[in-house]
């Protein structure tokens, strides 16, 4: 199965400043999703993202799926968006391998 | 509410006995999986169904089975259950085999 790394293991900001969560991952993908878990344990699909950008207001994604990574960022960062960040890169017929997640803690 | 419906949200039982864990995906989707994810484990991929059919295996353990109804819903057994299998079990769905996943709110399983 695909190998995914995810950096940085923990992340703590104050509120308002901006961050990048990196996710790479050792083989060619068919698509790769980016999802959040809130301190309740939901997990929350941000991105569905196989290559280029997209924006959901203050959150992006990049996926370069030729160089195999991809970037999560968060702008003006809010208390609500603590929790942990997970990339799911995946391809057909592979077995479905997260990353180990960013935990991100928002500070007031 | 994601559309993935999964129940009972909490479990309390005792080692040894036996749970039964139920997902109704989303409507259209035909893929299933299974997720665990215990403190010191990460999320790991159990198994996945695709209408009605095992499609990938992960790391299930033998004490574990899954099966995939013909109305779509699915459920996942443990039993002989151990103190390590305390942890929060993830139903996602799919339309087909290659994503996109829409996870349940899971269920918590506490064995004490």
């Known amino acids: 199965g695909i190998q995914v790394e995810q950096s940085p293991p923990d992340l703590i900001l104050q509120e308002g400043a901006n961050s990048t969560l990196r996710c790479n991952f050792s083989?060619?993908?068919?698509?790769l999703q980016w999802f959040h878990q809130n301190p309740w344990g939901q997990l929350i699909n941000l991105f569905y993202?196989?290559?280029g950008t997209k924006q959901n207001g203050r959150l992006s994604a990049t996926t370069v799926a030729t160089e195999r990574y991809s970037l999560l960022y968060i702008s003006s960062s809010q208390t609500t968006d603590s929790g942990v960040y997970f990339c799911?890169?995946?391809?057909?017929?592979?077995?479905?391998?997260f990353g180990q997640g960013t935990e991100l803690s928002v500070k007031p | 509410d994601s559309g993935v419906t999964q129940t009972p949200k909490h479990l309390i039982t005792a080692t040894g006995q036996r749970v039964t864990l139920r997902c109704s995906p989303r409507?259209?989707?035909?893929?299933v999986y299974w997720y665990q994810q215990s403190l010191d484990q990460g999320l790991q991929f159990l198994i996945q169904?695709?209408?009605?059919?095992?499609?990938a295996k992960g790391n299930i353990l033998e004490r574990f089975s899954a099966q995939q109804f013909p109305d779509l819903h699915s459920e996942l057994n443990l039993s002989s259950l151990e103190l390590g299998d305390s942890a929060l079990y993830f139903c996602?769905?799919?339309?087909?085999?290659?994503?996109?996943?829409?996870f349940g709110s899971g269920t918590r399983l506490t064995v004490v």
């Open positions: 996602a769905s799919s339309v087909g085999v290659t994503g996109g996943y829409t």
């Open positions: 083989d060619s993908v068919n698509n």
């Open positions: 993202i196989p290559s």
């Open positions: 799911l890169p995946y391809n057909q017929g592979g077995k479905l391998i």
């Open positions: 409507s259209g989707d035909l893929s």
């Open positions: 169904y695709y209408n009605g059919e095992e499609r």
